[in-house]
Nanobody, 124 residues
Framework: QVQLIESGGRLVQTGESLRLSCTVS????????MGWFRQAPEKEREFVAT????????YYVDSVKGRFTISRDNAKNTVYLQMNSLKPEDTAVYYC?????????????????WGQGTQVTVSS
């Protein structure tokens, strides 16, 4: 059974930085492409970033390009999301997800396993 556990979410001020972590257990993280998604109150869950199994390919939603960086340490079975220059509109529950398919995807439905989420709140 694959489990994803997110951590690192908290209340921060506008302009501050935060690093989220997602630890994979049950199977080695290198088995999966990994992604971060987020869901703000009364909004649909949306794609934020994804990284390939070997870390060489990354994709980001336009609204976070230049501010967020996804990375992974397969030796630690952990994926990270470094978030800089945070804005109030980044406030959401952030979810980590794992995708076992061949190609790197940005689509929510392509991801097979999900964590429980971690709350990020950015105050103005």
């Amino acid at each position: 059974q694959v489990q994803l556990i997110e951590s690192g979410g908290r209340l921060v001020q506008t302009g501050e930085s935060l690093r989220l972590s997602c630890t994979v257990s049950g199977r080695t993280a290198s088995t999966y492409h990994m992604g971060w998604f987020r869901q703000a109150p009364e909004k649909e869950r949306e794609f934020v970033a994804t990284i390939s199994r070997n870390g060489r390919i990354t994709y980001y939603v336009d609204s976070v390009k230049g501010r967020f960086t996804i990375s992974r340490d397969n030796a630690k079975n952990t994926v990270y999301l470094q978030m800089n220059s945070l804005k109030p509109e980044d406030t959401a529950v952030y979810y980590c997800a794992a995708d076992i398919s061949f190609t790197v995807s940005k689509k929510l439905d392509d991801f097979d396993y999900w964590g429980q989420g971690t709350q990020v709140t950015v105050s103005s």
